[in-house]
């Protein structure tokens, strides 16, 4: 079977719009995370991350009627698609499928008194109330008329993406696949439920909000933000010359069969997932889901002892950037792609890995070789995905 794999990307997030942006803010641990001011009187100030540019206007086309999770996707898959040439494939011989977690909570939250009266409500409405949306925007941005799925699965929708966009191009069903999530879930139906389910940092002090594999801070930092990956197949990648920047070696997903807003805190389904998808390779280190909740980090923790013991290094990109629900699996991807290409492992922000002192934490830049990453997603009630990405 040939190999799948990836010939472009695009990313849109904090402080991040382009490849060498994201690539700096990497590779000298930036933190671009800000500060929210309180909305109303119920809420206090709280650190999140915040993309300053609009896309209400892409290469020249308005957008200002989509929503901001679907601007962001269509300003990424514009980027990746460009980056691996997509236009050499038939338009009906591409895939979109996209995922995300909030979708349009930001509009619907927004507009919200608009729809009990006629006369207010947004000619856009439906639009923001169909999920679906999200790829069918992307796919008519690009121009394409191939088949278009949207996931949304919590936050391992862009991992399941790749997974799927995968068995697409395996079974010949396809030729390319655009795939990845997008999410803008800044607003106060997101930030009072978290915080409502104690799982949201509180903390004003951006650098001790959203700080992974520590016991000394808790909570996460919410972010929004778009990732898109462009996949094929290595026969085709390489008989159009077009280069390769990565390959996935193996995507595995699973459900626990939770209750609602339950989890395995033992991490014995996330091991499961975890060993599956490495099989017998030993990576060059984990870019893990990690991202201030002890729960999840202990989990992490968990998984990477019982597999390697204390010989594979670990890290999390969340203390830079925060963590962006539905996208951050293929950001994760985007920023080991980076990683492999310029060889370095990205440190772990903010923590001194306090409680957390028995698994090698990268805590500075690590210039070596990178062969291989492992990237970790857990889900709101059970998800869990892992994908092993590999050197071309």
């Known amino acids: 079977m040939d190999d799948i794999v990836i010939t472009g990307y695009g990313i849109k997030a904090p402080g991040i719009l382009d490849k060498l942006s994201f690539l700096n803010v990497?590779?000298?641990?930036?933190?671009?995370?800000?500060?929210?001011?309180k909305t109303n009187s119920s809420n206090a100030d709280i650190?999140?991350?915040l993309i300053e540019d609009n896309f209400l206007e892409i290469k020249g086309k308005n957008y200002k009627r989509h929503s901001r999770s679907v601007r962001m996707a269509i300003a990424a898959a514009i980027d990746a698609s460009e980056m691996s040439n997509l236009d050499y494939f038939e338009p009906h011989r591409v895939a979109v499928i996209m995922g995300t977690s909030a979708g349009a909570i930001l509009e619907i939250e927004q507009y919200s008194k608009d729809f009990f009266d006629i006369k207010t409500t947004p000619i856009q409405g439906v639009s923001y109330a169909d999920t679906h949306t999200l790829s069918g925007s992307v796919a008519e941005a690009v121009g394409l008329c191939g088949p278009a799925f949207t996931l949304t699965n919590g936050c391992t929708a862009s991992l399941d993406a790749v997974s799927m966009g995968k068995l697409l191009l395996e079974s010949g069903t396809v030729d390319a696949c655009i795939v990845g999530g997008s999410d803008a879930p800044i607003g106060q139906w997101t930030i009072n439920g978290f915080k409502k389910?104690?799982?949201?940092s509180i903390d004003a002090t951006i650098g001790n909000a959203g700080v992974p594999f520590s016991t000394e801070h808790r909570g996460f930092v919410l972010s929004e933000g778009a990732g898109v990956i462009v996949l094929e197949r290595s026969q085709t990648a390489k008989a159009r010359r077009q280069r390769i920047y990565g390959k996935i070696e193996q995507v595995i997903s699973r459900n626990e069969g939770q209750k609602l807003l339950s989890s395995d805190t033992s991490g014995r389904h996330m091991l499961e997932v975890?060993?599956?998808a490495i099989r017998h390779t030993v990576p060059s280190y984990v870019n893990s889901q990690a991202l201030g909740l002890e729960v999840n980090d202990r989990i992490e923790s968990f998984i990477l002892k019982e597999t390697f013991g204390s010989t594979v290094p670990i890290t999390s990109i969340k203390g830079m950037i925060g963590h962006s629900f539905g996208s951050m699996g293929a950001i994760q991807i985007i920023s080991s792609l980076l990683s492999m290409e310029y060889g370095f492992i990205p440190p772990t922000i903010?923590?001194?890995?306090v409680g957390f002192n028995d698994i090698p934490i990268v805590l500075e830049t690590r210039y070596q070789a990178v062969e291989s990453v492992c990237i970790t997603t857990h889900g709101s009630s059970g998800n869990n995905a892992c994908l092993l990405l590999t050197h071309s």
């Open 350 to 353: 903010k923590t001194k890995g």
């Open 26 to 37: 990497l590779e000298k641990g930036i933190c671009t995370q800000s500060i929210l001011n």
């Open 274 to 276: 975890f060993q599956e």
């Open 197 to 200: 389910l104690r799982a949201l």
């Open 47 to 49: 650190v999140v991350g």
